[in-house]
Nanobody, 125 residues
Framework: QVQLVESGGGLVQAGGSLRLSCAAS????????MAWFRQAPGKEREFVAA??????????DSVKGRFFISRDNPRHTENIVYLQMNSLKSEDTAVYYC????????????????WGQGTQVTVSS
């Protein structure tokens, strides 16, 4: 079983920055690929960024060059995954979710087995 807890959301002005954190714990969590998704009101959940154990990263086109995902592995049963968000835009406003799946990254929500509770990011224009 994997537990995910997000933090770091909040209100920020357009052009500003935020860093989200996802504390991940569970047996052999270092074998899991981690990702961030987001969901705006009335919209489907969409892929933002992912990182595997390589670490190899990939990003949605809408955030490339502005968002950066990274992970710390202090021990094999605990990970912290970060999402550094720069040059924020009003369209980045959403609830951001951390997700995990074994080994390989993916970009579809249904491919992920574990989810956090989400953290709200609001960008004011």
């Amino acid at each position: 079983q994997v537990q995910l807890v997000e933090s770091g959301g909040g209100l920020v002005q357009a052009g500003g920055s935020l860093r989200l954190s996802c504390a991940a714990s569970g047996r052999t969590i270092s074998n899991y690929a981690m990702a961030w998704f987001r969901q705006a009101p009335g919209k489907e959940r969409e892929f933002v960024a992912a990182v595997n154990w390589g670490p190899i990263t990939n990003y949605a086109d809408s955030v490339k060059g502005r968002f950066f995902i990274s992970r710390d592995n202090p021990r094999h049963t605990e990970n912290i995954v970060y999402l550094q968000m720069n040059s924020l835009k009003s369209e980045d406003t959403a609830v951001y979710y951390c997700a995990a799946r074994l080994f390989r990254t993916a970009m579809t929500p249904s491919d992920f087995d574990f989810w956090g509770q989400g953290t709200q990011v609001t960008v004011s224009s």
